[in-house]
């Protein structure tokens, strides 16, 4: 990789809403023998770009759709390789793959390489707890994952039934910052009330927006604890269904976050 592509795949991964980096980076492309990878970037931004608000709109949607289609179907593979098995079709956004579905331990042990290749903001963890044949027992990389100074990069972290526990929780506080995570999917796991607890008193969920705990056994504690926490300050969505939070509670839930509290 030359300095000159270094550079802006630098400055799309800093600034991965800015699409002017991307179209650049694209020009770039189209004038060093990678022209169908830069014209798959600005049709893909020019997507993002035409809501189907109109009847020519969608017109110019369909073109758009037809062409992106045709780009991938000659080079999916190849743009999709650095990241297999854990990105498919649907990661690409705005030319660009921002989505994986992969274990924590392969996250982590490939995170570096992966940023330097893509602006990624979105991951969900498929498997928290991985065989260790050399031990003949499960380790768990909830906890490295907390602590990895590659969480600050994410926009978007989903540990549904990832048997996330309020201790494994507690590494969160160890970490510098986290000035870009605006959602947080905990769902299904065993945060109890003292999960919850530790949700509410962390400083770096100060960014947060989304926050989704259902079913984790979240008491009237835990609930009074996230009416109370001074960082939950940005909420649009907090989902706390099937939890045995008493009607009293969550009254008190719905005076603090309003119309965030969706279920």
């Keep these: 990789m030359s300095s000159d592509e270094r550079a802006f795949l630098d400055a799309i ?136 100074p590659h969480l600050a990069r994410l926009e978007s972290l989903d540990l549904e039934n990832q048997s996330v526990t309020g201790s494994a929780l507690e590494a969160l506080a160890a970490h510098d910052d986290l000035p870009k995570l605006r959602e947080l999917l905990l769902q299904w796991n065993g945060l109890r009330s003292e999960g919850a607890a530790v949700l509410a008193n962390l400083p770096q969920l100060r960014n947060l927006e989304a926050l989704d705990l259902r079913n984790n056994s979240i008491t009237d504690t835990g609930a009074r604890a996230l ?6 300050t940005r909420m649009t969505e907090l989902r706390l269904s099937r939890n045995p939070i008493r009607d009293r509670t969550w009254a008190l839930l719905e005076d603090r976050f309003g119309d965030a509290l969706v279920g």
Excluded at 105 to 110: G, H, V, Y
């Design 13 to 148: 991964r800093e600034h991965p809403h800015d699409d002017t980096a991307r179209l650049v980076y694209a020009d770039w492309l189209a004038e060093n023998g990678r022209a169908d990878r830069g014209e798959f970037i600005r049709v893909d931004v020019e997507l993002a770009r035409t809501p189907p608000t109109t009847e020519g709109d969608e017109r110019r949607r369909r073109v758009l759709l037809e062409r992106r289609a045709d780009l991938l179907k000659r080079h999916k593979s190849a743009w999709l390789a650095p990241f297999l098995p854990f990105a498919k079709e649907e990661s690409f956004e705005r030319g660009f793959v921002q989505a994986l579905e992969v274990p924590a331990n392969t996250f982590l042990q490939n995170a570096e390489r992966w940023f330097e290749l893509t602006p990624l903001t979105r991951v969900k963890i498929t498997a928290s707890r991985v065989w260790n044949p050399h031990t003949a027992a499960f380790a768990g990389w909830t906890e490295p994952l907390f602590t990895s």
């Design 227 to 232: 009416a109370g926490s001074p960082y939950l």
